[in-house]
T-cell receptor
Framework: KQEVTQIPAALSVPEGENLVLNCSFT??????LQWFRQDPGKGLTSLLL?????REQTSGRLNASLDKSSGRSTLYIAASQPGDSATYLC???????????FGGGTRVLVKP | ETGVTQSPTHLIKTRGQQVTLRCSSQ?????VSWYQQALGQGPQFIFQYYREEENGRGNFPPRFSGLQFPNYSSELNVNALELDDSALYLCASSTGQNGYTFGSGTRLTVV
C-alpha cells in the first residue's frame, strides 16, 4: 500500500527566501507524481506533473524533481513571495489513470 | 477549455439525511474521481469512474455511491449522513495520461 509523507507539516519563511518542500513515498513503483497548491477552503490547483519517464519539471519559479529509487520528490520555489502562502500537496499514482495517493501537505507562510 | 465544475459550493445537512454532489468534468476527460478532505488533512480517495463504470474504490462504506453519465459528468451520493462526513469533497477529472484537474470542491457540513 502506497503511503505518502510530507515533512515539515508547516513552514514559515521571510519573503525572498527559496522554499524546499519534501515528499516521500513508500512504494517506488510510482507512475506519475503531481504537485498541487491549495488555498484555504479552496480546491486543488495543479502546479507540476512529473510523468513516469521524467525526473524533473519546471515552470517559472517552480521546479520539481522525482527520484523513484529513493522514494522522494522535492518542490523548489525560488525567491518566495507572500502570494506563495498556501498548502502544497504532493500525490502519486501507480499507473496511468489510477487513483492519487496524497501526502498530508505542507502549509507555507511567506512573511513580507 | 472549461475546467472541472462542482455544485453546490456549500451544503448543510442533518445527520441521517442523504446528499447528492455534482461534478462536470473537463472537456475531453473520460475519467472522474472523487476525494474526501477532512480539515488539515490530505484528500482521501473515495472512488473513480471510467466511461460510466466504477474502476476503483477506496476504503469508504457502501453508503457512498456514485454515477458517471455519458457526457462524463458525475454524481456522488451519500446516504445516512454522519457527523464525520463533514468535509470538503473534491472531484477530479483526467484523460488517464496527463494528471488530474480538480474542481473547487463542495463543503459539506453535517449537523
Amino acid at each position: 500500500k502506497q503511503e505518502v509523507t510530507q515533512i515539515p507539516a508547516a513552514l514559515s519563511v521571510p519573503e525572498g527566501e527559496n522554499l524546499v518542500l519534501n515528499c516521500s513515498f513508500t512504494d517506488s513503483a510510482i507512475y506519475n507524481l503531481q504537485w498541487f497548491r491549495q488555498d484555504p477552503g479552496k480546491g486543488l490547483t495543479s502546479l507540476l506533473l512529473i510523468q513516469s519517464s521524467q525526473r524533473e519539471q519546471t515552470s517559472g519559479r517552480l521546479n520539481a524533481s522525482l527520484d523513484k529509487s529513493s522514494g522522494r520528490s522535492t518542490l523548489y520555489i525560488a525567491a518566495s513571495q507572500p502570494g506563495d502562502s498556501a498548502t502544497y500537496l504532493c500525490a502519486g499514482s501507480k499507473a496511468a489513470g489510477n487513483k492519487l495517493t496524497f501526502g498530508g501537505g505542507t502549509r507555507v507562510l511567506v512573511k513580507p | 477549455e472549461t475546467g472541472v465544475t462542482q455544485s453546490p459550493t456549500h451544503l448543510i445537512k442533518t445527520r441521517g439525511q442523504q446528499v447528492t454532489l455534482r461534478c462536470s468534468s473537463q472537456s475531453g476527460h473520460n475519467t472522474v474521481s472523487w476525494y474526501q478532505q477532512a480539515l488539515g488533512q490530505g484528500p482521501q480517495f473515495i472512488f473513480q469512474y471510467y466511461r460510466e463504470e466504477e474502476n476503483g474504490r477506496g476504503n469508504f462504506p457502501p453508503r457512498f455511491s456514485g454515477l458517471q453519465f455519458p457526457n462524463y459528468s458525475s454524481e456522488l451520493n451519500v446516504n445516512a449522513l454522519e457527523l464525520d462526513d463533514s468535509a470538503l469533497y473534491l472531484c477530479a477529472s483526467s484523460t488517464g495520461q496527463n494528471g488530474y484537474t480538480f474542481g473547487s470542491g463542495t463543503r459539506l457540513t453535517v449537523v
